[in-house]
T-cell receptor
Framework: DSGVTQTPKHLITATGQRVTLRCSPR?????VYWYQQSLDQGLQFLIQ???????AKGNILERFSAQQFPDLHSELNLSSLELGDSALYFC???????????FGPGTRLLVL | QQQVKQSPQSLIVQKGGIPIINCAYE??????FPWYQQFPGKGPALLIA?????SEKKEGRFTISFNKSAKQFSLHIMDSQPGDSATYFC??????????????FGQGTTLQVKP
């Protein structure tokens, strides 16, 4: 158990819908990262927050957004969902930028 | 230039064998190179990591070899066991220059260790 929690574990929804994925980092970690894992693209970095502020952005679609709250938990919002958004979404946390990243168990999203 | 290329895509070895997984990168700003292990249905878990100021690092049965001039690094698993059967990912980040820690992952290697 990495200490990073993600909810929900599974999510099934329809195209065009909007979903919110939630992540609670390990106690004391200030940095939260979101990654997408799909069969064709592998593990792709989406976005990073550090102590409430956006620190880095990767290949994140405009339909996707994220935020980190004062209690340091983070949410990833996916809107106007497409079939191709079906993937595993992982959250990771670290004490600071560049420290070891600990991954959560992931949320499996299926868009039908 | 942000890519990390990993090979082979899959690997089958007998118990006790030494599987070797290789990764290559282009971006000379990368300064942190971790390896992650992932079992089906689980998130990636850090195995071992290296920084470019050393050429080799060992932790238990896992060894990273790092060749800075060739921009390559590899994972060796000594005395492999069936429980090591998993997908392995190499990654890289440029912590020093970007201060973000975002990881760029290789495509992954599926390892099967036969009893």
């Amino acid at each position: 158990d990495s200490g990073v929690t993600q909810t929900p574990k599974h999510l099934i929804t329809a195209t065009g819908q909007r979903v919110t994925l939630r992540c609670s980092p390990r106690s004391g970690d200030l940095s939260v990262y979101w990654y997408q894992q799909s069969l064709d693209q592998g593990l792709q970095f989406l976005i990073q927050y550090y102590n409430g502020e956006e620190r880095a952005k990767g290949n994140i679609l405009e339909r996707f957004s994220a935020q980190q709250f004062p209690d340091l938990h983070s949410e990833l919002n996916l809107s106007s969902l497409e079939l191709g958004d079906s993937a595993l979404y992982f959250c990771a946390s670290s004490a600071g930028a560049g420290e070891t990243q600990y991954f959560g168990p992931g949320t499996r999203l299926l868009v039908l | 230039q942000q890519q990390v290329k990993q090979s082979p895509q899959s690997l089958i070895v007998q118990k006790g064998g030494i599987p070797i997984i290789n990764c290559a990168y282009e971006n000379t700003a990368f300064d942190y190179f971790p390896w992650y292990q992932q079992f089906p249905g689980k998130g990636p878990a850090l195995l071992i990591a290296i920084r470019p100021d050393v050429s080799e690092k060992k932790e238990g049965r896992f060894t990273i070899s790092f060749n800075k001039s060739a921009k390559q690094f590899s994972l060796h698993i000594m005395d492999s066991q069936p429980g090591d059967s998993a997908t392995y990912f190499c990654a890289a980040s440029s912590v020093g220059s970007s201060n973000t820690g975002k990881l760029i992952f290789g495509q992954g290697t599926t390892l099967q260790v036969k009893p």
